[in-house]
Antibody, heavy 119, light 109 residues
Framework: QVQLVESGGGVVQPGRSLRLSCAAS????????MHWVRQVPGKGLEWVAA????????YYADSVQGRFTISRDNSRNTLYLYISTLRAEDSALYYC????????????WGQGSLVTVSS | EIVLTQSPATLSLSPGEGATLSCGAS???????LAWYQQKPGLAPRLLMY???RRATGIPDRFTGSGSGTDFTLTISGLEPEDFAVYYC??????????FGGGTKVEIK
C-alpha cells in the first residue's frame, strides 16, 4: 500500500538549516506531483511547497519563498524540503503528501516530521 | 489569495445525528476545485472529497459534498463514532497556490 515516511525533524536553533526527507513506497513515485504541508500542533494546515512529477517545476507559499527549497530524487523515491535560516514560526509538523493528478489535492499523506526551532 | 472560512468552528452532536459543515470562499473557486479532509488526533489528514462533490476512494456514502462558486458544504448523514474529528476544506482553483480553511471540529455532545 502507499506509504510516505518523513524524517529529519528535530530541535534546531534559530538561524540554522534543516533538510526533511520523505521516503515513498507502494506507488510509482516518479509519476506523482508531491507537496509539503505544515501544521502547528493544535492549529490548522498550511500548504508550503510543491514539485512536479519530474522535479522541473517548483512552487512555494509566499510565507516561505526564498528560504525553503523543495526537491526530489526519483531514483530514490524520495522527496526533500530544505529549510534555511530557521525561524521560530517555522516550528510545525511537516507532512509530505502525494498529488496523483497534479491537480492540487492530496490523496495520501505521511505521518509528519516535527520541527521545533528553539535556542 | 483565496481565503476559506469554515463554520461553525465547533459542532457538538450525538452519534446518529446529521452534520452540516460550511466552507465559504473570499472569491469564486475556479471549476469548484475544492477538497475536504478529515483529521483525527495524532493522525495525518485523510482525503474525503475532491472537485467539491467527488468522494475519494473508500469514503462511505454518508459523506456528501456540495456547493459551487463561493459556498461549499460537507454533509455527514448519521454520524458514526469514528466521524468525530476535525474537518478542513482546501481550494486548488488557484493551483499551485493552495489554501486551507481553519477547520471545523465535530465533537460528541
Amino acid at each position: 500500500q502507499v506509504q510516505l515516511v518523513e524524517s529529519g525533524g528535530g530541535v534546531v536553533q534559530p538561524g540554522r538549516s534543516l533538510r526533511l526527507s520523505c521516503a515513498a513506497s507502494g506507488f510509482t513515485f516518479s509519476r506523482y506531483a508531491m507537496h509539503w504541508v505544515r501544521q502547528v500542533p493544535g492549529k490548522g494546515l498550511e500548504w508550503v511547497a510543491a514539485t512536479s512529477y519530474d522535479g522541473n517545476k517548483k512552487y512555494y507559499a509566499d510565507s516561505v519563498q526564498g528560504r525553503f527549497t523543495i526537491s526530489r530524487d526519483n531514483s530514490r523515491n524520495t522527496l526533500y524540503l530544505y529549510i534555511s535560516t530557521l525561524r521560530a514560526e517555522d516550528s510545525a509538523l511537516y507532512y509530505c503528501a502525494s498529488d496523483v493528478y497534479s491537480s492540487g489535492w492530496f490523496d495520501n499523506w505521511g505521518q509528519g516530521s516535527l520541527v521545533t526551532v528553539s535556542s | 489569495e483565496i481565503v476559506l472560512t469554515q463554520s461553525p468552528a465547533t459542532l457538538s452532536l450525538s452519534p446518529g445525528e446529521g452534520a452540516t459543515l460550511s466552507c465559504g470562499a473570499s472569491q469564486s473557486v475556479k471549476n469548484n476545485y475544492l477538497a475536504w479532509y478529515q483529521q483525527k488526533p495524532g493522525l495525518a489528514p485523510r482525503l474525503l472529497m475532491y472537485d467539491a462533490s467527488r468522494r475519494a476512494t473508500g469514503i462511505p456514502d454518508r459523506f456528501t459534498g456540495s456547493g459551487s462558486g463561493t459556498d461549499f458544504t460537507l454533509t455527514i448523514s448519521g454520524l458514526e463514532p469514528e466521524d468525530f474529528a476535525v474537518y478542513y476544506c482546501q481550494q486548488y482553483g488557484t493551483s499551485p497556490a493552495l489554501t486551507f480553511g481553519g477547520g471545523t471540529k465535530v465533537e460528541i455532545k
